[in-house]
């Protein structure tokens, strides 16, 4: 090699230092959320880029940062900006074959999302599935990603009837892949369901869940709090359709699964204990109904108690009356008759006797009095 290429060489080296160590600065106060930072440093070194010969690769990926940097804080309309001078810049400077395409329409789809502009999103990312359409491996998980990217930008549009459908393509292309029982398919099956849910297709939710569930069970076992939401929407998918049979065991298992997992005093707890009272109200069972409510009221009031028991604890011994208020209130929201508030009941009567002020005791003045015919004084006070 001669003394000319090699020094050709160190001259590229040089400036690529230049030209990376910004990008590396900008990138550690990103990763701190330093985004003012980032911003600086970055448009600083995007100033040699604007003249016309700059030819650096490092330009481009000084864009495509700038262009993250716009989207996070806010600024979606720059960030799509910035975007464009990126692609035109790659454009006019081709290099090896990469996927850089397919990044750069992603990012201008969730652009246009974040400026509320879902139909040309949604042109975007068929533009994206045209050209994931032209990669060897098909259909790939790129490709059901970005179908379901379509979905989401239809519900973000109001229109779930029409996402429905993206997410069941999604969902198809992802089960040639991994099969029909893989728990890869588990987010396209949630997305599916909640939204046949939204458009009250209850049959079609019904299957869907009961799908999601299987292979949940079979992953996390039958206990895994994983479950919670699949049984909350297959029991209300069965109350969509009146099935009240069929919905009753998984409301009484969602209920002793949340029972489980948080004790009982979790305010999921009381949503839960809500959804079984309107269940059994609806079937005009007011007793059993009547009674869910009940222990729902209960359970929020266990939950305001803690809250208040906490807020003393706190203020125990900085500021007493504030701690002995605090406490005062969390045993008026108990309810004596309630057994699940016993508990704190107790605690709280403790620390209220703590930090109450003793009572003067009565002091009984002694005069001097008589005695009676039995010999008892008289005359005390």
Not at 60 to 68: E, G, N, P
Not at 77 to 88: C, H, K, P, V
Not at 96 to 123: I, T
Not at 296 to 324: D, I, P
Request: glycine fraction near 8%; charge should be positive.
């Amino acid at each position: 090699m001669g003394k000319a290429t090699l020094g050709l060489c160190a001259l590229a080296a040089t400036l690529f230092a230049q030209e990376v160590a910004p990008i590396d600065a900008a990138r550690a106060a990103y990763s701190k959320a330093d985004y003012g930072g980032a911003l600086t440093i970055l448009q600083k070194a995007w100033e040699p880029c604007t003249a016309p010969e700059a030819s650096d690769p490092a330009c481009y990926h000084i864009a495509r940062f700038l262009s993250r940097v716009m989207a996070v804080t806010g600024r979606p309309s720059d960030g799509e900006r910035y975007l464009q001078m990126a692609i035109l810049f790659r454009q006019a400077h081709p290099g090896p074959a990469d996927n850089r395409e397919a990044e750069e329409l992603l990012e201008l789809a969730n652009l246009c999302r974040a400026q509320e502009q879902y139909d040309r999103a949604v042109d975007v990312l068929q533009r994206l599935i045209a050209v994931y359409s032209r990669w060897p491996k098909y259909p790939g998980h790129e490709m059901a990603d970005a179908f379901g990217r379509v979905g989401l930008l239809y519900l973000e549009a109001k229109k779930p009837a029409v996402a429905v459908g993206s997410f069941s393509t999604a969902l198809s292309m992802r089960e040639m892949m991994l099969g029909t029982d893989h728990p890869g398919l588990l987010p396209d099956l949630d997305r599916l369901s909640s939204t046949q849910i939204t458009l009250r297709d209850y049959p079609a939710a019904e299957l869907t869940f009961r799908r999601a569930l299987v292979i949940r069970e079979r992953w996390v076992g039958l206990k895994s709090p994983d479950l919670l939401p699949t049984l909350d929407g297959l029991a209300y998918s069965l109350f969509g359709q009146q099935n009240y049979n069929a919905a009753e065991p998984y409301y009484l298992r969602l209920l002793d699964l949340w029972l489980t997992s948080t004790g009982g005093d979790h305010p999921m707890m009381a949503l839960t204990l809500d959804k079984l009272a309107l269940f059994y109200r609806d079937q005009k069972k007011a007793e059993a109904g009547d009674g869910y409510a009940a222990r729902s009221l209960a359970v929020r009031k266990l939950f305001a108690a803690a809250g208040y028991a906490q807020e003393g604890t706190h203020q125990a011994g900085v500021n007493n009356e504030a701690a002995l208020r605090a406490f005062r209130l969390g045993l008026a929201e108990l309810d004596p008759s309630r057994p699940e508030h016993t508990e704190l009941r107790g605690k709280l009567e403790k620390a209220i006797a703590s930090l109450e002020p003793e009572k003067p005791q009565p002091t009984i003045s002694r005069k001097k009095g008589t005695t009676d015919k039995k010999g008892f004084r008289k005359g005390f006070k």
